[in-house]
């Protein structure tokens, strides 16, 4: 992989729900300040339980996915609230470690992370996004 790839996430077609545990801080490594991008928005990290199909089978997972914004992206969304992601991608590059020894870097697998360019409350409205789960729910009650 030359350099990270992104890919936009259809979050109605990927998940069953996606529930908002808390928004904190992103901090800087080995450091008590907040990371900041670099025109100084500071950088937020929600951590969100998820529900998706697998082989028939409801998995569940915890993802963490970054946000910048000037003040919390969570603030006023409870705990436990369901929530869509707008703007959600996921990024993977390659994951490189230098040899000590040698002082050669190598590639020992590959690291992924998400990002969003904001969170909505989906508990009165229901997803916004109509993907193919909410069509097919819709169908069903026709």
Do not use: C
């Amino acid at each position: 992989m030359a350099g990270p790839q992104v890919f936009t996430v259809e979050q109605a077609a990927t998940f069953d729900f996606v529930m908002l545990m808390a928004v904190e801080p992103k901090m800087a490594f080995k450091s008590d300040e907040q990371e900041q991008t670099k025109d100084g928005t500071p950088k937020w990290e929600a951590h969100l339980s998820a529900a998706f199909k697998s082989f028939g089978k409801t998995e569940f997972t915890m993802i963490k996915v970054g946000l910048v914004g000037e003040s919390n992206p969570g603030d006023g969304i409870a705990p436990g609230t369901p929530v869509e992601l707008v703007g959600f991608q996921i990024g993977v590059m390659d994951k490189v470690v230098k040899d000590k020894e040698t002082g050669e870097s190598k590639t020992v697998g590959a690291q992924v992370w998400y990002r969003a360019d904001s969170i909505r409350s989906t508990a009165a409205t229901g997803p916004a996004s109509g993907g193919r789960k909410a069509q097919q729910t819709s169908e069903a009650a026709a």
